[in-house]
Every structure is written in structure tokens, then in C-alpha cells.
């Protein structure tokens, strides 16, 4: 029999990750460890997996190239401010001796060596790290941006252009401590994610009070949880009320109320009174814990226009070191300038490296999915954003999205002689000892009720008990017409709108009708009409109701196209059929009943995500609090995010073949190539960094 091998797997958290093809440089390093089986890099999250006994030390040693740090996946990482950043200092003193280099230059001149001196402390301290990298991947025909980088500057000092090598390298030194920024900020969303429930809590456990690590709580504790503090552990409330604020998990901006039986959510603030907890779910377990792991995972996913950037990108480099080489000899043979075409083909290679290019979609994609996770709503992936931005139709679940999914009084039409409210006070107090949803419904809207007793219940009729002596019946209007009674016109028409109207008599008085209905959510006609505002050329509703309920309600939200008595396997058929229709189309329903339609969909979209681990797993996209509303802000983000990526590529292209146009007159300089490529990927981040802002 053969021996199972169980392999250690470990994750980590990096710092200083922040350019893509480093990244991928310390990945490749890592799996080049012996002890390193399998190796999962997540540059948007700054995460690192590893399978094998490799140590903290040769990880980092792995990533030295680049100083990355690396963290056990359960420690904060420290946050050190900008401005006391090792880059940022290195940056600062480098310009310094620039400064002074400069001031050198223009008195002493620029071949004295006082001022060579300067410029090559300038370069040393702002670009060392650079020339190590550089330097060893010459050496092994590894062509990255520090290699072309560092050919150009060699280059520069050999032809005796120290000022520009040593202004080139300060300007490049500024550009990577401005992306390192720009990143950490586009990954502010995961940390502060991360930072939202507390790491110990207080736990009464066998009679006393005791403080742990929520690592160490078990499921059936009891959390003790005080006025202001936050919930750490989810779980269910044992005692006492209070309001609890979930805007963390699901974007709510109004308080929750909270009694014994309801659920609470770790990460979320317990706003006034003291409540006692049941840990329902370990740590890790948490609806906290999976949308921070499954935020990472989609931020790890590549989106399709990442893919095709990142396949581009491979042919690019190697084309550009072409072009640098052709533009250095060729002109050089013809004229003999060798000064000014060697000076030419530097140029080249520096406006040449692919970081704007590289970096142009997963900026976009991290901050996007990281400012929809903040609002409530998990994107579960690059591709399900970009695929909700081209959606064409929505198609819409009736019971539970469209409308509020549980029956609500909605009409009361009282017999001439009787008010509203004893109409309401009669059939609640005989509905008072059913369990029927309809009647939960119409004893909700009672404050008051009569003492009822000797309560029946007759199938397909209604039910009856008697108060006060009187037997009062609350059933279908049939009913009443076989107890002589006839119920006005407008009872009907209540029927014929796919309500259930329901007549209150007894043996002698018809005292009026009621009419029950699943409500439709207040936003939901708005919300149609969004969509409708933003572009979406359809709206679906699919529905297992009577096709007379459906048009009714359809009527009333804006709805124009119905498919009614729909069996599930019938809705993923409708879905399919909307497909050849309009393109891509997103459904939208619990998540549940409604799995086929949503796997077949080209987006599916789960409604109330928290606490739903179904809805969580198997949508493409799950609205974590039962919201409609954040429909079209998902799609407007979505659309804004395909318009950003869009604009980014074109921009990042557009600069290096413009600066690249400026060889033709013999006008590109190192200074402009810089500035082409720091000032291209500068502005594609703070471009990308625009999403933060899109709201509900």
C-alpha cells in the first residue's frame, strides 16, 4: 500500500510588491527553490502560497532583488508612512546630490570632476538597487525594465552624459516609490477588510468571563459583546438587543436590529445595547474570513484584456531592444554621428519599457473589486467584472428580488358601516392561532386583538373561530358566495391582479374584504429604470406565478417582457433564449432555487450573500445585503472599469509611440523617454485609481 505524502502548505503576505514583472521574477525564484513543490503568487492581494518546508529567509532571500518583505498570513503587515519609506529617503538624498550636482555643473561645468562626483553619488544612492538588478540580469539575458534601465545609463556615462544618467535615475527612483504607493493604496480595500473584526474577544465560558484570540474560540461560546465595540466571531444572539451596523459586510448604511435568534456577522459594530452571542462559525469560517479570501482570489484572476496585455507585452520587450539596436547602428553607419544615434538608441530603451503597459489593467481591477467589496457587493473575478460591463439584458427571479419575498396586507375594503381597522382587528384575532405565512401577514398590522377560541381550519375554504359567541370566518370569496355573501367588484379586481383576497363574515355580516400579496420592494420600479438609463437594452422577469400575477406586477416595476409559470429547468431555457437574443445577459435571483438560470447565464448575480454560503460559492457576483439597489452601481462599475482599461492601454501606447516619433528628427532625448514612461505609468495608476470613487 502505497504511503500518503502530506505536503506543508503555507501563506504569506508580501510587501513591496508592487511592479508585475517583478513579481513574476520572485515566483520564478521561488520555484526554483528545492524545497518549494508549488508556488501560487497573487500580485493584486500582495499574497503568497507555497507548498514545502521553505523558511521566511529564503523567501525573502528570493525577493531581495526588489527588498521584498515577507509576513506569516495571520500578522499585519506594517504600515511605514510614504515619507518614511527606504525608497522615499534613498529618493530624497539622491536629489540632493542632484540638486547640488547641477548647481556644480553650471559653474565648475559638467566634465569637472566635482560635479561628475555629484552626479554618481546621485546615481549610486537613488539607482543601486536598480544596478544590482540590472546587472545580474544581464548577465543571465534577462530583459526587464531595471536591465534596459541600466544599459541606458551605463550607456550615458560612457558617452559623458552624467547629468542626464544621474536625472534619469532620480526620476526613476521617483516613479517606483510613487507606484509602490499608488498600489498600496489600490490595496487599501483588502487591508482595511483585514482590519475589521478584532483579533480577541471576550468569551464566557463554564461560568466565567475569560479574553482570547478568536483563533482560540470555539464554536457554542458565548460572546459577550458591550455598547461600541465591534462583533468579533459570527454567531447568533442568545440575549439582549441592540442596533448592530453592517455596513462593513454588506454595505447597509442604516443600523440592523438585532434580538435573540437573529444572526450577526464578525467585523460588524454593536452600536447600543450589550449582547451575548453563540459562536456559530470558527475564525477562518467567518462571512468576513471568505469575503476577504474570495476578494483575493478574484483580484488574483486574470480578466481577459490582462491576458491579452500580458501577451503582448511578451513580444513587445524583445521588439523594443530590437528597435534600440537598429536605431543606435544603422543611422550610426550611415551618418557616423555615433554619439548622437548610441545617445538615440538609450532613448529607445528607456521610453520602451512596458511598466505602463503591464500595469494598466490590474490597477483597475484591484481598486474596482476592492471599492465593490467596501459598497457590499463581491465580485468574485476580473472576468465577471469585465463580462457585467458589456451586459445587453437582465433577467430578474420574481419571489424575493423583484418583490419583497414574504406576503404583506396591501388592501382593506370594509362593508358599508364598518371602519378599516375593525375589519383588520376581526380576521386577525381568528388568523392569531394559524401558522399560515398569509396569516402572519394580516396579524402583523393588528396592535390590538379580540380573545378568539375554538379555532378550525378548512382546506381550500379559509379558517373560522368564534368571538365573543360569534363565529367569524376569513377564507376565499367563494366561501363567502356559498354563505350568501357577494363581495364588491373591487374584491375581484384584486384577485385579477394576482392578490389574495380574502372576505371576513359570519352567519349574518359580510364586514369587508382583505387583500395579501407579496409585496413588490419599494425600489424596484426605480431601479428598472435605471438599468434602463445606463444603457441596458432589456429587463426580464422569469417567474413560476400565474401569467395574470406576473403581468400585474410586471405593469407596476416597469417590466415589459414576462415569462410566466416557469418551471426551473424551464428558466434556464428562458435564459438560453435571451441569450440569442440580446447577447449577454445577467440573471439575478437568491442564488438557490435559482442555480440553473444563474450557471447558465453569462453573469449570475446572488441577492443577500451574507450569511448564504450557497449564494457566496455559486453566483459569479452576490449582492451581500438583500439590496437591489446596488445593481446599477455594479454595473456602472463594471462599465467605468472596461472604459478605464481601455483608456489606459491606448494612453500608455500612444505616449511611447509619440516619444518613439521624436527619433525621426534626432529630438528624443533621455530626460523626455522618462518622462514618456514615468508619467505614462503614473497617470494609467491614477487613472485606474479613479474607481475608488464610484458610489451607489
Same mark, same amino acid.
Given at each position: 500500500?502505497?504511503?500518503?505524502?502530506?505536503?506543508?502548505?503555507?501563506?504569506?503576505? &508580501?510587501?513591496?510588491?508592487?511592479?508585475?514583472?517583478?513579481?513574476?521574477?520572485?515566483?520564478?525564484?521561488?520555484?526554483?527553490?528545492?524545497?518549494?513543490?508549488?508556488?501560487?503568487?497573487?500580485?493584486?492581494?500582495?499574497?503568497?502560497?507555497?507548498?514545502?518546508?521553505?523558511? #521566511?529567509?529564503?523567501?525573502?532571500?528570493?525577493?531581495?532583488?526588489?527588498?521584498?518583505?515577507?509576513?506569516?498570513?495571520?500578522? $499585519?503587515?506594517?504600515?511605514?508612512?510614504?515619507?518614511? $519609506?527606504?525608497?522615499?529617503?534613498?529618493?530624497?538624498?539622491?536629489?540632493?546630490?542632484? &540638486?547640488?550636482?547641477?548647481?556644480?555643473?553650471?559653474?565648475?561645468?559638467?566634465?569637472?570632476?566635482?560635479?561628475?562626483?555629484?552626479?554618481?553619488?546621485?546615481?549610486?544612492?537613488?539607482?543601486?538597487?536598480?544596478?544590482?538588478?540590472?546587472?545580474?540580469?544581464?548577465?543571465?539575458?534577462?530583459?526587464?525594465?531595471?536591465? &534596459?534601465?541600466?544599459?541606458?545609463?551605463?550607456?550615458?556615462?560612457? #558617452?559623458?552624459?552624467?547629468?542626464?544618467?544621474?536625472?534619469?535615475?532620480?526620476? @526613476?527612483?521617483? %516613479?517606483?516609490?510613487?507606484?509602490?504607493?499608488?498600489?498600496?493604496?489600490?490595496?487599501? %480595500?483588502?487591508?482595511?477588510?483585514?482590519?475589521?473584526?478584532?483579533?480577541?474577544?471576550?468569551?464566557?465560558?463554564?461560568?466565567?468571563?475569560?479574553?482570547?484570540?478568536?483563533?482560540?474560540?470555539?464554536?457554542?461560546?458565548?460572546?459577550?459583546?458591550?455598547?461600541?465595540?465591534?462583533?468579533?466571531?459570527?454567531?447568533?444572539?442568545?440575549?439582549?438587543?441592540?442596533?448592530?451596523?453592517?455596513?462593513?459586510?454588506?454595505?447597509?448604511?442604516?443600523?440592523?436590529?438585532?434580538?435573540?435568534?437573529?444572526?450577526?456577522?464578525?467585523?460588524?459594530?454593536?452600536?447600543?445595547?450589550?449582547?451575548?452571542?453563540?459562536?456559530?462559525?470558527?475564525?477562518?469560517?467567518?462571512? =468576513?474570513?471568505?469575503?476577504?479570501?474570495?476578494?483575493?482570489?478574484?483580484?488574483?484572476?486574470?480578466?481577459?484584456?490582462?491576458?491579452?496585455?500580458?501577451?503582448?507585452?511578451?513580444?513587445?520587450?524583445?521588439?523594443?531592444?530590437?528597435?534600440?539596436?537598429?536605431?543606435? &547602428?544603422?543611422?550610426?553607419?550611415?551618418?557616423?554621428?555615433?554619439?548622437?544615434?548610441?545617445?538615440?538608441?538609450?532613448?529607445?530603451?528607456?521610453?520602451?519599457?512596458?511598466?505602463?503597459?503591464?500595469?494598466?489593467?490590474?490597477?483597475?481591477?484591484?481598486?474596482?473589486?476592492?471599492?465593490?467589496?467596501?459598497?457590499?457587493?463581491? =465580485?468574485?473575478?476580473?472576468?465577471?467584472?469585465?463580462?457585467?460591463?458589456?451586459?445587453?439584458?437582465?433577467? @430578474?427571479?420574481?419571489?424575493?428580488?423583484?418583490?419583497?419575498?414574504?406576503?404583506?396586507?396591501?388592501?382593506?375594503?370594509?362593508?358599508?358601516?364598518?371602519?378599516?381597522?375593525?375589519?383588520?382587528?376581526?380576521?386577525?384575532?381568528?388568523?392569531?392561532?394559524?401558522?399560515?405565512?398569509?396569516?402572519?401577514?394580516?396579524?402583523?398590522?393588528?396592535?390590538?386583538?379580540?380573545?378568539?377560541?375554538?379555532?378550525?381550519?378548512?382546506?381550500?375554504?379559509?379558517?373560522?373561530?368564534?368571538?365573543?359567541?360569534?363565529?367569524?370566518?376569513?377564507?376565499?370569496?367563494?366561501?363567502?358566495?356559498?354563505?350568501?355573501?357577494?363581495?364588491?367588484?373591487?374584491?375581484?379586481?384584486?384577485?385579477?391582479?394576482?392578490?389574495?383576497?380574502?372576505?371576513?363574515?359570519?352567519?349574518?355580516?359580510? @364586514?369587508?374584504?382583505?387583500?395579501?400579496?407579496?409585496?413588490?420592494?419599494?425600489?424596484?420600479?426605480?431601479?428598472?429604470?435605471?438599468?434602463?438609463?445606463?444603457?441596458?437594452?432589456?429587463?426580464?422577469?422569469?417567474?413560476?406565478?400565474?401569467?395574470?400575477?406576473?403581468?400585474?406586477?410586471?405593469?407596476? =416595476?416597469?417590466?415589459?417582457?414576462? $415569462?410566466?409559470?416557469?418551471?426551473?429547468?424551464?428558466?434556464?431555457?428562458?435564459?438560453?433564449?435571451?441569450?440569442?437574443?440580446?447577447?449577454?445577459?445577467?440573471?439575478?435571483?437568491?442564488?438557490?432555487?435559482?442555480?440553473?438560470?444563474?450557471?447558465?447565464?453569462? #453573469?449570475?448575480?446572488?441577492?443577500?450573500?451574507?450569511?448564504?454560503?450557497?449564494?457566496?460559492?455559486?453566483?459569479?457576483?452576490?449582492?451581500?445585503?438583500?439590496?437591489?439597489?446596488?445593481?446599477?452601481?455594479?454595473?456602472?462599475?463594471?462599465?467605468?472599469?472596461?472604459?478605464?482599461?481601455?483608456?489606459?492601454?491606448?494612453?500608455?501606447?500612444?505616449?511611447?509611440?509619440?516619444?518613439?516619433?521624436? #527619433?525621426?528628427?534626432?529630438?528624443?532625448?533621455?530626460?523626455?523617454? =522618462?518622462?514618456?514612461?514615468?508619467?505614462?505609468?503614473?497617470?494609467?495608476?491614477?487613472?485606474?485609481?479613479?474607481?475608488?470613487?464610484?458610489?451607489?
Amino acid at each position: 500500500m502505497r504511503k500518503k505524502v502530506f505536503q506543508l502548505s503555507k501563506t504569506y503576505r &508580501l510587501e513591496n510588491l508592487s511592479c508585475t514583472s517583478c513579481a513574476a521574477k520572485f515566483e520564478q525564484n521561488i520555484r526554483n527553490l528545492p524545497e518549494a513543490k508549488n508556488v501560487e503568487l497573487n500580485f493584486g492581494a500582495s499574497k503568497l502560497r507555497v507548498d514545502g518546508n521553505v523558511s #521566511i529567509e529564503a523567501l525573502e532571500k528570493a525577493g531581495a532583488f526588489d527588498h521584498i518583505r515577507v509576513y506569516p498570513e495571520k500578522q $499585519r503587515v506594517p504600515h511605514v508612512p510614504f515619507y518614511k $519609506r527606504r525608497q522615499t529617503v534613498e529618493t530624497a538624498i539622491s536629489f540632493v546630490f542632484l &540638486l547640488v550636482g547641477i548647481i556644480a555643473s553650471f559653474q565648475l561645468g559638467e566634465t569637472h570632476p566635482a560635479s561628475i562626483g555629484l552626479f554618481g553619488a546621485s546615481m549610486l544612492i537613488g539607482g543601486y538597487r536598480m544596478f544590482t538588478t540590472g546587472l545580474k540580469n544581464l548577465g543571465r539575458l534577462e530583459f526587464d525594465m531595471k536591465t &534596459l534601465m541600466t544599459i541606458a545609463i551605463i550607456g550615458a556615462v560612457i #558617452i559623458g552624459e552624467w547629468r542626464e544618467g544621474a536625472v534619469v535615475v532620480f526620476l @526613476f527612483a521617483i %516613479s517606483e516609490a510613487l507606484e509602490s504607493f499608488s498600489m498600496n493604496k489600490a490595496r487599501q %480595500s483588502i487591508r482595511s477588510l483585514m482590519d475589521l473584526a478584532p483579533s480577541r474577544a471576550l468569551i464566557q465560558r463554564d461560568g466565567e468571563l475569560i479574553e482570547l484570540e478568536t483563533e482560540d474560540i470555539r464554536i457554542g461560546d458565548v460572546l459577550i459583546v458591550k455598547p461600541g465595540q465591534k462583533i468579533a466571531m459570527d454567531g447568533t444572539v442568545l440575549r439582549g438587543e441592540s442596533a448592530v451596523n453592517q455596513a462593513a459586510i454588506t454595505g447597509e448604511s442604516i443600523p440592523a436590529t438585532k434580538q435573540p435568534g437573529d444572526e450577526v456577522f464578525a467585523g460588524t459594530m454593536n452600536e447600543e445595547g450589550a449582547l451575548e452571542v453563540t459562536v456559530t462559525k470558527r475564525v477562518e469560517d467567518t462571512t =468576513i474570513a471568505k469575503i476577504i479570501h474570495l476578494v483575493e482570489e478574484a483580484q488574483a484572476e486574470k480578466a481577459p484584456s490582462q491576458q491579452f496585455v500580458d501577451r503582448f507585452a511578451k513580444y513587445y520587450t524583445p521588439a523594443i531592444i530590437a528597435v534600440a539596436f537598429l536605431v543606435a &547602428l544603422v543611422p550610426g553607419f550611415v551618418t557616423g554621428n555615433w554619439d548622437l544615434w548610441v545617445y538615440q538608441g538609450l532613448a529607445v530603451l528607456v521610453v520602451g519599457c512596458p511598466c505602463a503597459l503591464v500595469v494598466s489593467t490590474p490597477v483597475a481591477i484591484v481598486t474596482a473589486i476592492g471599492n465593490a467589496a467596501r459598497e457590499g457587493v463581491l =465580485i468574485k473575478g476580473g472576468i465577471h467584472l469585465e463580462e457585467t460591463g458589456r451586459i445587453q439584458a437582465v433577467a @430578474f427571479d420574481k419571489t424575493g428580488t423583484l418583490t419583497k419575498g414574504y406576503p404583506e396586507l396591501t388592501d382593506v375594503l370594509p362593508e358599508e358601516g364598518y371602519t378599516r381597522e375593525e375589519v383588520v382587528k376581526l380576521a386577525a384575532s381568528v388568523e392569531s392561532l394559524s401558522q399560515h405565512p398569509l396569516a402572519r401577514a394580516i396579524t402583523k398590522q393588528a396592535p390590538e386583538l379580540y380573545p378568539s377560541e375554538r379555532f378550525q381550519s378548512l382546506t381550500g375554504k379559509g379558517v373560522h373561530a368564534e368571538i365573543g359567541g360569534t363565529r367569524i370566518r376569513v377564507g376565499s370569496l367563494k366561501w363567502a358566495e356559498e354563505h350568501g355573501f357577494h363581495a364588491p367588484e373591487a374584491a375581484y379586481r384584486l384577485q385579477e391582479s394576482g392578490k389574495s383576497a380574502m372576505a371576513v363574515f359570519s352567519g349574518k355580516h359580510l @364586514f369587508g374584504v382583505i387583500g395579501v400579496a407579496d409585496a413588490i420592494r419599494e425600489e424596484s420600479p426605480r431601479i428598472i429604470q435605471e438599468l434602463k438609463d445606463i444603457g441596458v437594452q432589456q429587463t426580464i422577469m422569469l417567474t413560476g406565478d400565474h401569467p395574470a400575477t406576473a403581468k400585474a406586477i410586471a405593469a407596476e =416595476i416597469g417590466v415589459t417582457d414576462i $415569462r410566466a409559470s416557469l418551471m426551473p429547468e424551464d428558466k434556464l431555457t428562458a435564459v438560453k433564449e435571451l441569450q440569442a437574443q440580446y447577447g449577454r445577459v445577467a440573471m439575478i435571483g437568491d442564488g438557490i432555487n435559482d442555480a440553473p438560470a444563474l450557471a447558465a447565464s453569462d #453573469i449570475g448575480i446572488a441577492m443577500g450573500g451574507a450569511g448564504t454560503d450557497a449564494a457566496l460559492e455559486t453566483a459569479d457576483i452576490a449582492l451581500m445585503a438583500d439590496d437591489l439597489e446596488k445593481l446599477p452601481y455594479t454595473i456602472r462599475l463594471s462599465r467605468k472599469t472596461l472604459r478605464i482599461i481601455k483608456e489606459n492601454i491606448i494612453f500608455a501606447l500612444a505616449l511611447k509611440i509619440l516619444a518613439l516619433l521624436l #527619433i525621426i528628427p534626432g529630438w528624443l532625448t533621455l530626460w523626455i523617454a =522618462i518622462f514618456a514612461d514615468m508619467g505614462a505609468t503614473l497617470l494609467v495608476i491614477l487613472n485606474a485609481l479613479r474607481l475608488v470613487k464610484v458610489q451607489k
